[in-house]
């Protein structure tokens, strides 16, 4: 029996237009469903960004195999540095008088500017603590995410120049992160990230993970390698960031706290580390599930505990292990199997 | 015949142990040469020494003529060393064919931005990389495990496939560490033939710890026997098996 393949270009034309089809469908939804489309519209965007969240430090949590906790620190940094710039941009006055084509230069230019900025904190921080392993690469990126926080609570101008306006918070920020720039980006980054691991420097990305000391008896420049994974994930961290200034419009240093990183690597956890669609499915379950259980929102961190301590005992790889979903694979897959069944059947006939 | 490897007065101290001392051998081109001794007698610390996992003390480590002093793992796999381990490090939730592929990382020239935009020289580079990593799976028959995950591949499989992923480097000089440790009297036999295909096929020298005496015996051309960290005796396995000093060594000596 002939085996079926899919050819890469027909496996790219099936995840482009599935990705077309499941923006209708969330468009649709939005716009279907009225008044209360504008509250749905706010949930998907909120999971959008938790997406690009939990990919992101699936990079380094579950591909790098290091444990960072300061990934709110670059989303933070990401954050201001694409809503100051927003802000200096007559993208407000655009985006009142409805004209959100003129926009969108200042959008791409923001998140350019976002994920250049949290890239290179990213590279300052990634340098020194990449040095470390395991625990201690933990407390000193908790250390940097929180070092971030108090300088921003802190600090509201420089040179004179007012920035970040401390603690009371960045205010009156252009909401430029529709529905469509948000599916847009999101769907970007993912693909990075996929072509990204689907590279020599993704294999090389992974086998430090699995074998530091046999990755470089091969060759590998394992320093190069974490700190590229670090940066990347930073820099989609920041993207992240950009997103959620434009959505929320006002920043405050108190959003980007501890917790934060702690609720993003739940959801990398939950969905398992490695697995970059397991990263997405506990990041959509775990930013909607609470809104849809608005009544209990009070219990979200027992919940959390709860699912993680249970998760813990009995998928202790997580959600979906280190399997990583392909569409093409998988069609594959049905049709091989169809295929030899209807052979089967015809040997029996015979 | 030109030298390969050669070490000379090779010297590293732990604290206050000397793990391997005065340590001096010469593999030639083409040559199987195999390093035994007691257990604890300092030859895996020698395989670290060459590797770079630790730095000498004193001594000097040319390849082909070049002094390794101050280089690191990397630096020494990317001059032609490739080894592997004596408790089997694999990459083991990659499959077989990236493990494989990926020991040509240094071979392989596209830049992340290729990688990213998926230009031709990715496409290109890729399939040839999965080619020829083919082509060694198909040599040591493992074609058909090219997609398992390598960590659920049997303990022969993942020995051997420890020595395509280091050949796929390309190295001059293959250092072996115990291959046939857990293997049956049969897999220790087609692992000989397959080590001798290896040096014939790809012409490099080949450094060998092995406790299997059948198999050093066997194959190696040139015998460098250590104890305590010093080198007791070297020579053919016929001259070896001979020696007074190394049956000491190996199973003590006669009270009379």
New interface residues.
């Given amino acids: 029996m002939k085996r079926f393949k899919l050819k890469t270009p027909a496996r790219y034309a099936i995840n482009t237009t599935l990705t077309v089809l499941l923006y209708v469908v969330l468009a649709l939804i939005v716009s279907a469903t009225g008044l209360r489309g504008e509250y749905y519209k706010g949930i998907i965007i909120t999971v959008g960004i938790n997406v690009i969240l939990a990919t992101s430090l699936n990079v380094v949590c579950g591909y790098l195999g290091q444990l960072p906790l300061g990934h709110a620190g670059f989303m933070a940094v990401g954050a201001y540095a694409g809503a100051i710039f927003m802000k200096a941009t007559p993208a407000a006055a655009l985006l009142k008088a409805g004209n959100n084509a003129a926009v969108i230069p200042y959008i791409i230019i923001a998140i350019i500017i976002s994920a250049l900025v949290a890239g290179i904190f990213g590279l300052l921080i990634g340098i020194p603590a990449l040095r470390l392993k395991g625990d201690y690469l933990a407390i000193i990126t908790l250390g940097f995410g929180e070092i971030i926080r108090v300088v921003l609570t802190n600090i509201d101008s420089v040179l004179g120049f007012k920035f970040t306006y401390g603690a009371s918070g960045l205010a009156r920020i252009p909401k430029f992160t529709s529905l469509a720039v948000m599916f847009v980006v999101t769907a970007l980054c993912l693909f ?1 990230i996929h ?2 691991m ?7 990305v ?2 430090i ?3 530091e ?10 320093t190069f390698y974490k700190t ?1 994974a670090f940066v990347f994930s930073a820099m989609l961290a920041g993207v992240a960031g950009c997103l959620y200034a434009g959505y929320i419009g006002s920043l405050y240093p108190s959003t980007f706290k501890f917790m934060k990183s702690i609720e993003i690597l739940v959801m990398v956890v939950l969905g398992g580390m ?1 697995s970059m669609l397991g990263s997405v499915i506990s990041a959509v379950v775990l930013t909607a599930l609470p809104e849809m259980l608005r009544a209990f929102s009070d219990y979200r961190m027992v919940v959390y505990s709860l699912a993680l301590v249970l998760m813990m005992i009995f998928r202790p790889k997580g959600l979906m292990g ?1 399997y990583d979903f392909s569409m093409g694979n998988s069609i594959e897959k049905i049709v091989n199997r169809v295929r030899s069944k209807k052979e089967e059947k015809k040997e029996v006939k015979e | 015949m030109s030298t390969v490897l050669k070490c000379e007065h090779l010297r590293v101290v732990f604290g206050g142990l000397a793990a391997v001392s005065d340590f001096n051998i010469e593999v030639n081109d083409n040559q199987i040469v195999g390093l035994i001794g007691p257990n604890g007698a300092g030859k895996t610390t020698v395989f670290n020494l060459l ?1 770079g ?1 630790y730095a000498p003390t004193s001594g000097v480590i040319t390849l082909c003529d070049k002094d390794l002093a101050g280089m ?3 630096a020494r ?2 001059e032609g060393i ?2 592997t ?1 004596q408790n089997i ?6 499959s077989v064919i ?2 494989v ?6 071979n ?1 020239t ?1 830049s ?1 931005a290729h ?2 935009l ?1 230009l031709p020289k ?1 496409w290109k ?2 399939e040839k ?1 999965r080619e020829r990593a083919m082509n060694l799976l198909h040599v040591f028959n493992m074609e058909r495990y090219a997609k398992e995950t390598a960590g659920n591949l049997p303990y022969g499989s993942q020995r051997r496939l420890e020595i395509i ?2 050949l ?2 390309n190295p001059k000089l293959l250092l072996l560490d115990e291959p046939a440790a857990g293997m049956n009297p049969a897999e220790t036999e087609n692992l000989m033939e397959t080590i001798g295909k290896i040096r014939d096929a790809y012409h490099i020298s080949i450094l060998l710890i092995e406790h299997d005496m059948s198999l050093v015996m066997g194959i190696c051309e040139q015998i460098t026997v250590l104890n305590f960290g010093e080198v007791i005796a070297q020579g053919t396995p016929e001259q070896i098996q001979k020696d007074p000093v190394v049956i000491e060594a190996y199973l003590g000596k006669r009270r009379d």
């Fill in positions: 990075l072509v990204f689907k590279s020599r420097h993704g294999r090389a992974l086998s993970r699995d074998n000391i046999a990755a470089e008896s091969v060759g590998i420049n394992t590229t490695g280190t | 590797t996992v690191s793992t990397i796999s990317h490739a080894r381990f490090r694999l990459f083991k939730d990659m990236d493990n592929m990926n020991s040509f990382n240094n392989m596209y992340i990688a990213m998926r990715y580079e890729e990389a992923r280091a796929a480097t």
